[in-house]
């Protein structure tokens, strides 16, 4: 087994090292970010020079807006490998770059496209995902949020519910029941909806993480072109579960994993708690070991699925346990973190004892909320089952 990546991709990562040596000072911290708010401006400028460089929106053709290169899985491994090492940040990530835009290459007309993925790559543009609803979550097909015709226009009516980042977006990609007499699956319209339609009200709903990190949003007939719609009107479900597969790798890159797992071990050599450091901690580093190894065997999985990305296999099985695994040590390597800082660990707010921050308290909640988003734990498993192991399928409960 070969794990190098050969000549011509160590010097792809040469060039991309020189690029950091000569920029990283002005890069915002790790991660990706969303370019609203104070921070937006800093990161819009960061992710210009990105692209320019084509270390984002590398294979986004150039007549959208993006570096215009052929796709190269391997290509985008060391991009993702060499930020999260130099601890900047890979640029404006999100629902809209990261879920909207891979959907909209696939299913968008040419006029979507060229409207919308341009100011999405360069963070002009933010996006939400409203898909769930009250009563619509792991039963996604059920939403009820409806759109009635009104000449070209739709009339949108309903609520939507955990929309991440509404009360900053521009643009809402949600999922809406434009055909009632259809069944359930095939009533489904993906519609894109600019969020300053009056008749539109979004609420911010407090977290644990002490932030407003989604919204209620509520429509009362809100109006938007029936032009807005992804592929055709009653396709919207085939189109969403395209924007779920994206949600899935986002929440899960091994990259990242590696990233916390570093800091971790950084802050478990640096901090004293009793005047020990946590890595001397037989207890602690027992735990660190034993994450350590499942951060390494996801990246070696990840590499298995590169592999039959590159020969044209699908990944199988493999592709779905990503998210369900990944998620849950990203919790983990967070917990373990609060665990080594000791007393410290249970600061939260503003103390002036707080360590980075209050990062690791803050990702341990945050984390949590991934493995719920984008699908739960538990509905990971039943597909994984069915699906991947072709197990039976669980029973549907009986109608009335
Ligand atoms: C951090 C975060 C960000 C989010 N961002 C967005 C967003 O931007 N846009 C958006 O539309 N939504 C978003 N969501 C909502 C998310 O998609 C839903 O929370 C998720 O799909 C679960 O739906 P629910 O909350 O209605 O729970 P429910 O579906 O009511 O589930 C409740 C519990 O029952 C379990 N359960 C349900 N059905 C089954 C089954 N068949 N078998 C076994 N167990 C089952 C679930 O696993 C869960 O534990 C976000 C959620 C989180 C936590």
Not at 69 to 80: F, K, N, Q, T
Not at 138 to 167: M, N, P, Y
């Amino acid at each position: 087994m070969d794990l190098t990546y050969g000549p011509r991709y160590e010097s792809f990562r040469d060039e991309l090292r020189a690029f950091l040596a000569e920029h990283a000072e002005r890069a915002p911290r790790g991660g990706v970010g969303v370019s609203a708010g104070a921070a937006g401006e800093a990161l819009r400028q960061w992710q210009a020079l990105l692209i320019e460089h084509g270390y984002a929106a590398r294979t986004i053709p150039k007549e959208y807006g993006g570096y215009g290169a052929e796709p190269d899985i391997l290509e985008r491994v060391i991009i993702d490998e060499e930020l999260n090492a130099a601890g900047v940040s890979r640029g404006v990530g999100g629902q809209g770059p990261e879920m909207l835009v891979p959907t909209l290459l696939e299913h968008g007309s040419e006029e979507q496209k060229q409207r919308h993925i341009g100011p999405t790559v360069r963070g002009e543009e933010v996006w939400c995902q409203g898909y769930s609803e009250p009563g619509s979550g792991s039963d996604l097909a059920s939403v009820q949020t409806r759109a009635v015709e009104d000449g070209s226009d739709f009339l949108i009516t309903g609520q939507k519910i955990w929309t991440s980042t509404a009360d900053v977006s521009d643009m809402m990609f949600g999922l809406i029941r434009t055909e009632p007499e259809a069944k359930k699956h095939a009533g489904l319209s993906y519609v894109l909806i600019p969020m300053d339609t009056p008749g539109i009200d979004v609420r911010p709903l407090v977290t644990m993480t002490g932030q407003a990190e989604f919204n209620e949003v509520f429509f009362n007939d809100a109006r938007v072109p029936q032009a807005n719609v992804v592929g055709k009107r009653g396709e919207g479900w085939a189109i969403a579960n395209t924007t779920l597969r994206h949600e899935r790798n986002m929440l899960a890159s091994s990259a990242v994993l590696d990233g916390t797992l570093r800091s971790l071990i950084t802050l478990m050599g640096e901090e004293r708690v009793n005047g020990e450091r946590p890595l001397d901690s037989p207890v602690l580093r027992d735990r660190l070991m034993s994450l350590q190894s499942r951060v390494t065997a996801l990246k070696y999985h990840q590499l298995r699925m590169l592999t039959a990305q590159l020969q044209g296999r699908p990944p199988g099985v493999a592709g779905l346990v990503t998210k369900l695994a990944g998620c849950e040590v990203s919790h983990q390597l967070n917990g373990l973190g609060i665990d080594a800082l000791g007393e410290l660990g249970t600061l939260y707010d503003d103390s002036k004892h707080l360590r980075a921050g209050g990062r690791w308290q803050s990702q341990h909640m945050f984390t949590l909320g991934l493995i719920i988003g984008g699908g739960t734990a538990q509905i990971q498993k039943n597909i994984i089952s069915e699906r991947g192991l072709g197990m039976p399928r669980e029973p549907k409960p009986a109608k009335a």
